[in-house]
């Protein structure tokens, strides 16, 4: 059988109550966000038909779930294909989404997971990139109100030692010169070539969980890992870039987290997650560091 990628895998292995479990913490930030905003009164969302009513109030302002929320709810307490990440995992990045409010979104990868990204983002901006221009337009007919976008990289997995021992030698992989990344054409790790959103939007969360980097020929997330640390450094808005990467435990990930998404920055690992938070670097502070990222 032709090995799929993780985020298309049905995972049957998996208990059928993480699905339950996910559609629990979804609800639950519907909740969290109700109770602090109401002081009293009940609380109650039901299911008629195919119709679905909040019925969350207070005496001067109400909280209304969105469509994509609800959908989100139903669809993962009705689903047996369950998210990658496991609750704790996902934890994580949700920690941050509930503490921020809306904020813009980066996903590297359009899969099983995407709905509830979107959803516990409810009011903010969530854009994803995927390599399979046909998985595209397999997941957007199911949920179209999801926003995603085919990218081709210019990388493969079994160049990823030779990209590491070489970058240095190009100035426009250098932390000061890599930046506009469209356009940015030498630097092989650049990702030159995405949607004028992403270079023209500010991202306050990145999760690189794609492209696939399990075989030799695939794209690997070199490229992601790079692009998301020029990006974090080049912030012209206040606080920090989070940049979430998914699947640590593999050689490539590992590696090139720790080469430009720094150690120091790095809050916190749960699983096969790390969580950092990059802070913008100005020109002086680039030209300290010269041609290292960390």
């Known amino acids: 059988m032709v090995m799929m990628t993780k985020n298309r895998n049905i995972l049957s292995e998996k208990p059928w109550f993480f699905g339950l479990s996910l559609s629990c913490l979804i609800a639950g930030a519907l909740l969290i966000t109700t109770f602090l905003k109401a002081d ?20 001067e302002n109400e909280y209304v779930p969105t469509d994509i929320q609800l959908q989100a709810i139903i669809h993962y307490a009705t ?33 099983h997971d995407s709905l509830m990204w979107a959803s516990l983002n409810p009011r903010g901006n969530t854009l994803f990139l995927e390599e399979d221009p046909k998985w595209v337009q397999t997941v957007l007919k199911k949920a179209p109100q999801l926003r995603a976008h085919y990218v081709k990289y210019r990388t493969q997995l079994r160049e990823a030692d030779d990209l590491l021992a070489t970058y240095k030698s190009e100035p426009k992989c250098s932390p000061s010169k890599a930046a506009p990344l469209k356009g940015n054409e030498r630097c092989r790790l650049a990702l030159d070539n995405l949607p004028a959103e992403v270079y023209e939007r500010e991202w306050d969360l990145i999760m690189i969980d794609a492209p696939r980097g399990y075989f030799p020929e695939a794209p690997g997330r070199m490229a992601a890992i790079f692009s998301a640390a020029v990006m974090a450094r080049n912030r012209k808005g206040s606080g920090v870039t989070h940049v979430f990467l998914h699947d640590v435990d593999r050689k490539v990930e590992k590696t090139f987290a720790e080469e430009f998404l720094c150690r120091k920055y790095r809050v916190k690992a749960v699983g096969r997650l790390w969580h950092f938070e990059i802070p913008a670097v100005n020109a002086s502070q680039a030209e300290d560091t010269g041609a290292r990222f960390c």
């Open 40 to 59: 009293e009164g009940s609380r109650l969302c039901s299911l008629t038909g195919t119709r679905i009513k909040s019925v969350v109030a207070e005496k």
């Open 79 to 111: 689903s047996k294909i369950v998210p990658q990440q496991s609750i704790g995992e996902i934890t994580v990045s949700f920690d941050v989404l509930q503490s921020r409010g809306p904020s813009n979104f980066l996903v590297f990868g359009l899969g």
